[in-house]
T-cell receptor, first 113, second 112 residues
């Protein structure tokens, strides 16, 4: 049973480009969460999604960031017009029913040049 | 408001016990978690405790919860070099759907 998968593991973008981060939840999980970890800091919640629905996006920056979890396929975190401050590790987690156990993926490390 | 705090660094000798502490501010926390993060890796869930419990033991790990003081601790018995990592406590509390609020992380260094 594969765990949470994220790709790419490392992503380099120049300022102004778009970044697309993908997350495939564990088999049977329908809840996906995105977190961001800045260097030397803890993880900060960004967004919580269920299939085709955004449940809580209170941690998402108001501009340039969007997330989706379509009926088919992985969840996507999209960052438009990236800036240097977007450089961070982005982690996806999934759970079955409720928050009891969130299982994390290995993360995508985004570097903006 | 939501605030979870941890000390930044802990160094212990191999074979000794490690105690990693965490304080939180929201008294309506429902679950409290401990995660381990090794360099360049994701987070591994170690254990969690429901807020109506005082203690939970799982092999070398013991979690203690003091709700009155809003204090959570993780004790690792017989600490090994493979335990060297960053340890995060996190909480989920009523009214926030399912988002985890993480502490800043404690870097545990195990020396020979």
């Amino acid at each position: 049973n594969a765990g949470v998968m994220q790709n790419p593991r490392h992503l380099v973008r120049r300022r102004g480009q778009e970044a697309r981060l993908r997350c495939s939840p564990m088999k049977g999980h329908s809840h996906v969460y995105w977190y961001r970890q800045l260097p030397e800091e803890g993880l900060k919640f960004m967004v919580y999604l269920q299939k085709e629905n955004i449940i809580d996006e209170s941690g998402m920056p108001k501009e340039r960031f969007s997330a989706e979890f379509p009926k088919e396929g992985p969840s996507i975190l999209r960052i438009q017009q990236v800036v240097r401050g977007d450089s961070a590790a982005y982690f996806c987690a999934s759970s079955g029913v409720g928050p009891n156990e969130q299982f994390f993926g290995p993360g995508t490390r985004l570097t903006v040049l | 408001g939501e605030d979870v705090e941890q000390s930044l660094f802990l160094s212990v000798r191999e074979g000794d016990s490690s105690v990693i502490n965490c304080t939180y501010t929201d008294s309506s926390s429902t679950y409290l978690y401990w995660y381990k993060q090794e360099p360049g890796a994701g987070l591994q869930l170690l254990t969690y405790i429901f807020s109506n419990m005082d203690m939970k033991q799982d092999q070398r790990l013991t979690v203690l919860l003091n709700k009155k003081d809003k204090h959570l601790s993780l004790r690792i018995a017989d600490t090994q070099t493979g335990d060297s990592a960053i340890y995060f406590c996190a909480e989920v509390y009523t009214g926030t759907a399912s988002k985890l609020t993480f502490g800043t992380g404690t870097r545990l260094q195990v020396t020979l």
